[in-house]
């Protein structure tokens, strides 16, 4: 079981950059889990209505290529055979209560966040899959699952930090120094990498 010790401070984060820290690490979970489980509950809602109505049109159908109701009733919709935004609800319920307990003053054990990395790189990973089946299988948006896309990127980024700097993922002192001047950045540039595929991939509708 993780350790559940509480403390005002932990002396261990002192010498971390803020992001590695328990605090502000949490609020980053506790915020981008929020966002991203209320824009998959907005799908979950979304899709039971397709369910009723299957003509009706989604709250974030706006035109031919950027459209949620499009990509719903589209197979990879399903990946496991029910709605992927299941998947979020249930996902970003977790990231919510480990900012929580972090906030709260928990410490855990390494073998709690080597199982909390792998689950954040699965959905990282997965979150790619969606970018890219969106952009360049089914060439349609969905808005939500932007939000979603959007909200990973900096949970995985510092989960990463967090992991390095405390040593549950081995690594040369010059790479954590590198991940620690450079986190924000990195967030920034996939950021600007994920905008740049979207505009590039749609420039025919954005510019006519």
Wanted: charged share 10%; hydrophobic share 60%.
């Amino acid at each position: 079981m993780p350790s559940t010790n509480v403390s005002t401070s932990d002396p261990a984060d002192l010498d971390k950059p803020a992001m590695a820290r328990a605090k502000p690490f949490g609020w980053l979970l506790v915020i981008t889990g929020v966002i991203a489980w209320i824009a998959s509950f907005t799908l979950v809602m979304e899709r039971l209505h397709l369910y009723v109505d299957p003509n009706a049109s989604a709250s974030c159908d706006f035109n031919s290529w950027i459209s949620c109701s499009d990509v719903m009733k589209t197979p990879e919709a399903a990946l496991l055979g029910f709605p992927n935004p299941f998947i979020g609800i249930c996902a970003f319920a977790v990231v919510i209560t480990i900012g929580v307990v972090l906030l709260a003053g928990a410490r855990m054990n390494r073998w709690f966040w080597i199982c909390v990395q792998i689950g954040i790189t699965a959905g990282m990973a997965l979150v790619c899959w969606f970018w890219f089946t969106a952009l360049y299988t089914l060439a349609v948006l969905c808005p939500y699952c932007m939000i979603v896309w959007s909200m990973m990127i900096p949970i995985f980024v510092f989960t990463t930090l967090r992991n390095v700097n405390h040593g549950v993922i081995p690594a040369p002192a010059a790479l954590t120094k590198v991940l620690n001047e450079w986190a924000w950045v990195i967030v920034g540039l996939l950021y600007i990498a994920v905008l740049a595929s979207i505009f590039f991939r749609f420039m025919y509708a954005i510019i006519g």
